[in-house]
């Protein structure tokens, strides 16, 4: 599927700046922020007015918890099977890479 997005110039090249820092493009970069958008059911970092540089966001090993059973529960209202221990280290291992 395409997507096309109206972004200001300069602000696409500063992202394609970092990304390339990153050994990222857009495309990598913006599916990454969408599944975090997925995986976490909510936006990956803080909006609002701030007057002081973001913290990045952290869980608590509750909070964490609360997600992989919510993901869990998911699952099986959709008819998936449980997750491998390959799978899941997998998926922690992506989660990594994208917070990099």
Same mark, same amino acid.
């Given at each position: +599927? =395409?997507? =096309?997005? /109206?972004?200001?110039?300069?602000?696409? !090249?500063?992202?394609?700046?970092?990304?390339?820092?990153? &050994?990222?493009? +857009? =495309?990598t970069a +913006? #599916?990454?922020?969408?599944?975090?958008?997925?995986? =976490?059911?909510?936006?990956?970092?803080?909006? &609002?007015?701030? #007057? @002081?540089?973001?913290?990045?966001r952290q869980?608590?090993? !509750?909070?964490? *918890?609360?997600?992989?059973? /919510? &993901?869990?529960?998911?699952?099986?209202?959709?008819?998936? !099977?449980? *997750?491998?221990?390959?799978?899941?280290?997998?998926?922690?291992?992506?989660?990594?890479? @994208?917070?990099?």
């Amino acid at each position: +599927m =395409t997507t =096309t997005l /109206r972004i200001d110039d300069n602000l696409k !090249r500063q992202c394609d700046i970092v990304f390339e820092d990153l &050994g990222l493009n +857009m =495309t990598t970069a +913006m #599916t990454a922020f969408l599944k975090q958008v997925v995986r =976490t059911r909510s936006i990956p970092f803080i909006i &609002g007015a701030q #007057t @002081v540089a973001p913290v990045p966001r952290q869980f608590d090993g !509750r909070q964490a *918890w609360d997600i992989f059973e /919510r &993901g869990r529960a998911e699952r099986f209202a959709n008819g998936e !099977r449980e *997750w491998s221990m390959d799978e899941i280290n997998a998926e922690i291992a992506e989660a990594h890479q @994208v917070e990099s």
